[in-house]
T-cell receptor, first 114, second 115 residues
């Protein structure tokens, strides 16, 4: 158990809908990261937060947004969903955003857009 | 640009033998971190080993060791005495200040251990 909690584990929805994925980092970790894993794109970095502030953006679509709350949990919002958004979405956390800090991953949310 | 390259989409190894999974990276940063993760069929991402760019000795963690060749920008994972449970996807990753220390991943190598 990594200590990172993601809910829900599975999500099935229709095109055009909006969903929210939730993540609770490990106790004491201030940095939260979101990744998307699909068969054709591999593991893609989406966005990073540190202590409530957005720190960096990766390949995140404009239809997607995220935030980190004062209690350090984070939510990833996906809207106007398309078939191609079907993927495994990971949340990860680390104590700080240093280059020597390993990431602890949640078990992921498997999103299926039908 | 920062890039992680894993050139072996799939590898096979006989149980109890050693196997090397290749990883090369491209960075202009002097300080960076290199990581390997394992993803079994169940889907979770499991941290295996870390190597810092200034570490002079190769990292080791149990049956895992990292063959770090800084001048060649390679960070190969060596798994000794392979076990059936080692069958999984293996990802090489890097964190560097160039990318705000985000962790970027290679495409992965699928390792299959044969009995």
């Amino acid at each position: 158990d990594s200590g990172v909690t993601q809910t829900p584990k599975h999500l099935i929805t229709a095109t055009g809908q909006r969903v929210t994925l939730r993540c609770s980092p490990r106790s004491g970790d201030l940095s939260v990261y979101w990744y998307q894993q699909s068969l054709d794109q591999g593991l893609q970095f989406l966005i990073q937060y540190y202590n409530g502030e957005e720190r960096a953006k990766g390949n995140i679509l404009e239809r997607f947004s995220a935030q980190q709350f004062p209690d350090l949990h984070s939510e990833l919002n996906l809207s106007s969903l398309e078939l191609g958004d079907s993927a495994l979405y990971f949340c990860a956390s680390s104590v700080a955003p240093g280059e020597n800090e390993k990431l602890f991953f949640g078990s992921g949310t498997q999103l299926s857009v039908l | 640009a920062q890039k992680i390259t894993q050139t072996q989409p799939g590898m096979f190894v006989q149980e109890k033998e050693a196997v090397t999974l290749d990883c090369t990276y491209d960075t202009s940063d002097q300080s960076y971190g290199l990581f390997w993760y394992k993803q079994p069929s169940s889907g979770e991402m499991i941290f295996l080993i870390y190597q810092g760019s200034y570490d002079e000795q190769n990292a080791t963690e149990g049956r895992y060791s990292l063959n770090f060749q800084k001048a060649r920008k390679s960070a190969n994972l060596v798994i000794s005495a392979s076990q059936l449970g080692d069958s999984a996807m293996y990802f090489c990753a890097m964190r560097s200040p160039y990318n705000n220390n985000d962790m970027r991943f290679g495409a992965g190598t699928r390792l299959t251990v044969k009995p």
